[in-house]
Protein backbone atom coordinates (compact mmCIF):
# COMPACT_ATOMS: atom_id res chain seq x y z
CA UNK A 1 0.00 0.00 0.00
CA UNK A 2 1.17 3.01 -1.11
CA UNK A 3 1.51 5.68 1.28
CA UNK A 4 1.48 8.58 -1.03
CA UNK A 5 -1.23 8.32 -3.95
CA UNK A 6 -0.88 10.53 -6.97
CA UNK A 7 -3.75 11.02 -9.67
CA UNK A 8 -3.46 11.29 -12.28
CA UNK A 9 -0.55 8.51 -13.70
CA UNK A 10 -0.63 10.45 -16.68
CA UNK A 11 -1.16 13.16 -18.33
CA UNK A 12 -0.71 14.20 -21.67
CA UNK A 13 -1.95 18.04 -23.01
CA UNK A 14 -2.13 20.73 -25.15
CA UNK A 15 0.25 24.42 -24.86
CA UNK A 16 -1.64 26.80 -23.00
CA UNK A 17 -4.27 24.13 -20.91
CA UNK A 18 -4.79 23.96 -17.49
CA UNK A 19 -4.02 20.97 -15.43
CA UNK A 20 -4.30 19.73 -11.40
CA UNK A 21 -2.70 17.14 -10.44
CA UNK A 22 -3.50 15.64 -6.66
CA UNK A 23 -1.53 13.76 -3.82
CA UNK A 24 -3.59 11.77 -1.84
CA UNK A 25 -3.08 10.33 1.79
CA UNK A 26 -5.30 8.73 4.78
CA UNK A 27 -2.16 9.93 6.87
CA UNK A 28 -1.54 13.48 8.42
CA UNK A 29 1.87 14.89 7.67
CA UNK A 30 3.65 17.87 8.94
CA UNK A 31 5.15 19.55 5.99
CA UNK A 32 4.60 18.18 2.21
CA UNK A 33 7.19 19.25 -0.45
CA UNK A 34 6.67 18.56 -4.89
CA UNK A 35 9.24 17.90 -7.09
CA UNK A 36 9.35 18.05 -10.42
CA UNK A 37 11.62 15.36 -12.37
CA UNK A 38 13.01 15.99 -16.06
CA UNK A 39 14.25 12.99 -18.01
CA UNK A 40 17.89 12.27 -17.21
CA UNK A 41 17.75 14.13 -14.46
CA UNK A 42 17.26 14.40 -10.40
CA UNK A 43 14.24 15.39 -9.03
CA UNK A 44 14.09 19.55 -8.37
CA UNK A 45 12.71 20.93 -5.17
CA UNK A 46 9.56 23.10 -6.18
CA UNK A 47 7.81 23.63 -2.81
CA UNK A 48 7.15 22.70 0.67
CA UNK A 49 4.08 23.56 2.06
CA UNK A 50 3.74 22.84 6.19
CA UNK A 51 0.20 24.80 6.87
CA UNK A 52 -2.80 22.87 6.99
CA UNK A 53 -4.79 25.54 3.76
CA UNK A 54 -1.48 26.59 2.89
CA UNK A 55 -1.44 28.05 -0.60
CA UNK A 56 2.00 28.96 -2.39
CA UNK A 57 2.37 30.40 -5.83
CA UNK A 58 5.26 30.20 -7.88
CA UNK A 59 5.09 32.07 -11.48
CA UNK A 60 2.18 29.52 -13.25
CA UNK A 61 2.15 27.05 -10.65
CA UNK A 62 -0.28 27.26 -7.56
CA UNK A 63 0.46 24.12 -4.72
CA UNK A 64 -2.21 24.01 -2.21
CA UNK A 65 -2.10 21.77 1.49
CA UNK A 66 -5.23 20.30 2.17
CA UNK A 67 -6.68 21.89 5.56
CA UNK A 68 -6.38 18.35 7.33
CA UNK A 69 -2.80 17.90 6.11
CA UNK A 70 -3.56 14.78 4.34
CA UNK A 71 -3.54 15.50 0.67
CA UNK A 72 -1.95 18.41 -1.67
CA UNK A 73 -3.10 19.57 -5.15
CA UNK A 74 -0.29 21.28 -7.74
CA UNK A 75 -2.24 23.63 -10.32
CA UNK A 76 -0.91 24.51 -13.87
CA UNK A 77 -1.75 27.49 -15.40
CA UNK A 78 -1.07 28.03 -19.09
CA UNK A 79 0.97 24.46 -19.37
CA UNK A 80 4.47 25.37 -21.41
CA UNK A 81 5.88 22.50 -23.23
CA UNK A 82 9.03 23.25 -20.55
CA UNK A 83 6.48 21.63 -17.78
CA UNK A 84 7.17 18.76 -18.94
CA UNK A 85 8.45 16.14 -16.75
CA UNK A 86 7.55 13.70 -13.26
CA UNK A 87 5.76 15.57 -10.22
CA UNK A 88 6.44 13.91 -7.59
CA UNK A 89 5.02 14.70 -4.11
CA UNK A 90 7.00 13.82 -1.29
CA UNK A 91 6.60 13.52 2.81
CA UNK A 92 8.85 12.93 5.54
CA UNK A 93 8.28 9.82 6.98
CA UNK A 94 6.59 10.08 10.44
CA UNK A 95 9.52 9.74 13.28
CA UNK A 96 11.81 10.69 10.95
CA UNK A 97 13.86 13.66 10.27
CA UNK A 98 15.75 12.94 7.17
CA UNK A 99 13.40 9.93 5.63
CA UNK A 100 11.59 11.12 2.26
CA UNK A 101 8.82 9.26 1.09
CA UNK A 102 7.91 9.56 -2.59
CA UNK A 103 4.23 9.40 -4.25
CA UNK A 104 3.57 7.45 -7.49
CA UNK A 105 4.39 10.02 -9.19
CA UNK A 106 2.24 11.87 -12.22
CA UNK A 107 3.86 12.40 -15.70
CA UNK A 108 3.21 15.17 -17.49
CA UNK A 109 3.57 15.90 -20.95
CA UNK A 110 2.95 19.27 -22.77
CA UNK A 111 3.08 19.55 -26.70
CA UNK A 112 2.98 22.24 -28.80
CA UNK B 1 25.78 27.63 -4.84
CA UNK B 2 22.65 24.65 -4.47
CA UNK B 3 24.47 22.19 -6.94
CA UNK B 4 24.81 18.85 -6.41
CA UNK B 5 27.37 16.57 -8.66
CA UNK B 6 27.35 13.37 -9.80
CA UNK B 7 30.02 11.61 -11.59
CA UNK B 8 29.92 9.43 -13.64
CA UNK B 9 26.63 10.47 -15.81
CA UNK B 10 26.60 7.10 -17.11
CA UNK B 11 28.23 3.74 -16.30
CA UNK B 12 28.33 0.42 -18.02
CA UNK B 13 29.94 -2.55 -16.05
CA UNK B 14 29.84 -6.30 -15.58
CA UNK B 15 28.88 -8.46 -13.17
CA UNK B 16 32.19 -8.96 -12.35
CA UNK B 17 33.47 -5.48 -11.67
CA UNK B 18 34.05 -2.75 -8.88
CA UNK B 19 33.16 0.62 -9.60
CA UNK B 20 32.37 3.19 -7.46
CA UNK B 21 29.79 6.37 -7.86
CA UNK B 22 30.45 9.92 -6.75
CA UNK B 23 28.97 12.59 -5.29
CA UNK B 24 29.52 16.50 -3.86
CA UNK B 25 28.19 19.04 -2.63
CA UNK B 26 29.02 22.28 -1.30
CA UNK B 27 25.65 23.94 0.38
CA UNK B 28 27.50 22.67 3.97
CA UNK B 29 24.93 20.43 4.51
CA UNK B 30 25.17 17.77 7.15
CA UNK B 31 23.06 14.58 5.67
CA UNK B 32 23.35 12.75 2.74
CA UNK B 33 21.45 10.20 0.48
CA UNK B 34 21.26 7.70 -2.17
CA UNK B 35 18.37 6.82 -3.91
CA UNK B 36 18.14 3.92 -6.34
CA UNK B 37 14.83 4.65 -9.46
CA UNK B 38 14.07 2.61 -11.70
CA UNK B 39 12.44 4.15 -15.09
CA UNK B 40 9.02 5.45 -14.37
CA UNK B 41 9.02 4.76 -10.44
CA UNK B 42 9.79 7.14 -7.61
CA UNK B 43 13.15 7.49 -6.07
CA UNK B 44 13.68 4.90 -3.74
CA UNK B 45 15.90 5.71 -0.55
CA UNK B 46 18.68 3.18 -0.40
CA UNK B 47 20.90 5.26 2.84
CA UNK B 48 21.63 8.33 4.95
CA UNK B 49 24.37 9.85 6.46
CA UNK B 50 24.39 11.89 8.99
CA UNK B 51 27.25 13.84 9.90
CA UNK B 52 29.42 11.42 8.21
CA UNK B 53 27.70 8.37 10.11
CA UNK B 54 25.57 5.93 8.15
CA UNK B 55 22.10 6.36 9.95
CA UNK B 56 19.72 4.14 7.53
CA UNK B 57 20.24 1.65 5.90
CA UNK B 58 17.06 0.17 3.67
CA UNK B 59 18.03 -2.98 3.62
CA UNK B 60 19.94 -2.90 0.82
CA UNK B 61 22.15 -5.90 -0.38
CA UNK B 62 25.57 -5.71 0.56
CA UNK B 63 26.97 -5.44 -3.31
CA UNK B 64 26.20 -1.81 -2.74
CA UNK B 65 28.39 -0.22 -0.28
CA UNK B 66 28.25 3.10 0.80
CA UNK B 67 31.15 5.56 2.37
CA UNK B 68 31.46 8.99 3.34
CA UNK B 69 34.15 10.32 3.67
CA UNK B 70 34.09 13.70 4.86
CA UNK B 71 31.11 16.36 5.26
CA UNK B 72 31.18 17.07 1.38
CA UNK B 73 31.66 13.78 -0.19
CA UNK B 74 29.35 10.87 -0.37
CA UNK B 75 30.72 7.05 -2.49
CA UNK B 76 29.05 4.12 -3.46
CA UNK B 77 30.83 1.29 -3.91
CA UNK B 78 29.78 -0.95 -6.46
CA UNK B 79 30.78 -4.94 -6.72
CA UNK B 80 29.29 -8.00 -7.88
CA UNK B 81 25.89 -6.46 -8.78
CA UNK B 82 22.89 -8.06 -10.92
CA UNK B 83 21.08 -6.91 -14.36
CA UNK B 84 18.56 -6.04 -11.88
CA UNK B 85 20.63 -3.24 -10.44
CA UNK B 86 20.55 -0.85 -13.56
CA UNK B 87 18.40 2.14 -12.69
CA UNK B 88 19.41 5.80 -11.98
CA UNK B 89 21.19 6.53 -8.86
CA UNK B 90 20.35 9.30 -7.28
CA UNK B 91 22.50 11.48 -4.43
CA UNK B 92 20.54 14.28 -2.55
CA UNK B 93 21.64 16.29 0.36
CA UNK B 94 19.98 18.24 3.12
CA UNK B 95 20.67 20.40 6.31
CA UNK B 96 20.84 18.37 9.16
CA UNK B 97 18.31 19.86 12.03
CA UNK B 98 14.69 18.95 10.76
CA UNK B 99 14.96 20.03 7.57
CA UNK B 100 13.45 17.87 4.92
CA UNK B 101 14.10 19.97 1.76
CA UNK B 102 16.92 17.76 -0.25
CA UNK B 103 18.58 18.84 -2.75
CA UNK B 104 19.25 16.28 -5.79
CA UNK B 105 22.35 15.82 -8.02
CA UNK B 106 21.55 14.46 -11.98
CA UNK B 107 22.03 10.83 -11.14
CA UNK B 108 23.81 8.44 -12.56
CA UNK B 109 22.43 5.72 -15.22
CA UNK B 110 24.00 2.77 -14.31
CA UNK B 111 23.55 -0.22 -16.70
CA UNK B 112 24.82 -3.74 -15.24
CA UNK B 113 25.54 -6.06 -18.16
Known amino acids: TQLLEQSPQFLSIQEGENLTVYCNSS?????LQWYRQEPGEGPVLLVT?????EVKKLKRLTFQFGDARKDSSLHITAAQPGDTGLYLC????????????FGTGTRLQVTL | DTEVTQTPKHLVMGMTNKKSLKCEQH?????MYWYKQKAKKPPELMFV???????INESVPSRFSPECPNSSLLNLHLHALQPEDSALYLC????????????FGPGTRLTVT
Open chain 1, 49 to 53: VVTGG
Open chain 2, 27 to 31: MGHRA
Open chain 1, 90 to 101: AVPLPGTASKLT
Open chain 2, 49 to 55: YSYEKLS
Open chain 2, 92 to 103: ASSQYGGSYEQY
Open chain 1, 27 to 31: SVFSS
